[in-house]
């Protein structure tokens, strides 16, 4: 079935299939890639892109807070984590595991 769609929906653009959903009435819209979120007008004139710096990528590019408050505006303090940063820490709070053990779990790749 996933290799019929696939052939299906290359037929068109993403935008010929947006007019066409919507003519049928199915709500849908487009699956944006980064750059492609960064490009649109609406993101730009709200100013919805930050940068910061990422303590393994360098500088990133990311998406904002939409609030928008004059007296408290949002801040924006730390980069993402890596992925699987925090896991250790986590699992010590939640299971109530000693760092040691966790440690040993994570070398046999358990965790």
Same mark, same amino acid.
């Given at each position: 079935? &996933?290799?019929?769609?696939?052939? &299906? ?12 959903? %919507? ?13 492609? &979120? ?12 930050? %940068? ?60």
């Amino acid at each position: 079935m &996933v290799p019929l769609i696939h052939d &299906v929906t290359r037929r068109r653009t993403t935008g010929e299939w947006i007019v066409a959903l %919507e003519a049928a009435g199915v709500p849908c819209g487009p699956i944006n890639t980064i750059p492609q &979120v960064f490009d649109d007008p609406q993101v730009r004139h709200r100013g919805m892109r930050i %940068e910061m710096a990422h303590p393994s990528a360098g500088k990133v590019a990311l998406v904002g807070s939409p609030i928008r408050m004059s007296k408290t505006p949002p801040t924006y303090r730390r980069a993402p984590p890596n992925l699987g940063s925090d896991t250790r820490d986590l699992l010590a709070r939640l299971l109530g595991k000693e760092r040691p053990l966790l440690d040993a779990l994570h070398e046999q790749g358990v965790i």
